[in-house]
């Protein structure tokens, strides 16, 4: 599944998840947030609704990864309490 969010013409936003065939219920997790609007709750509603439909579908896992220095993705995933 890809969600993505457009407004004037401008894909800015993004949040994907990739079911794992060889583990039901698992899936990768991936974020980006435009620089334009970071720190603005953008990920936060976004890996909500991820959340959400992970459930309605039987996911009990998000597999993600940050780099070292994505200090906003980490403060994120972290807040959430992953």
Same mark, same amino acid.
């Given at each position: 599944?890809?969600?993505? %969010?457009?407004?004037? !013409? &401008?894909?800015?936003? #993004? ?7 060889? #583990? ?10 435009? %620089?334009?609007? &970071?720190? /603005?709750?953008?990920? /936060?509603?976004?890996?909500? /609704?991820?959340?959400?439909?992970? /459930?309605?579908? !039987?996911? #009990? ?8 220095? !994505? ?7 972290? !807040?959430?309490? #992953?």
């Amino acid at each position: 599944m890809i969600s993505v %969010r457009c407004s004037s !013409n &401008r894909c800015s936003d #993004y949040v994907t998840y990739s079911p794992r065939s060889a #583990y039901d219920g698992v899936s990768d997790l991936s974020i980006y947030i435009h %620089r334009d609007h &970071r720190g /603005k709750g953008v990920g /936060k509603q976004l890996l909500q /609704k991820l959340e959400e439909i992970g /459930k309605q579908n !039987n996911f #009990y896992k998000f597999l993600l990864f940050t780099f070292p220095f !994505n200090t906003l993705g980490q403060s994120l995933y972290h !807040n959430a309490r #992953y």
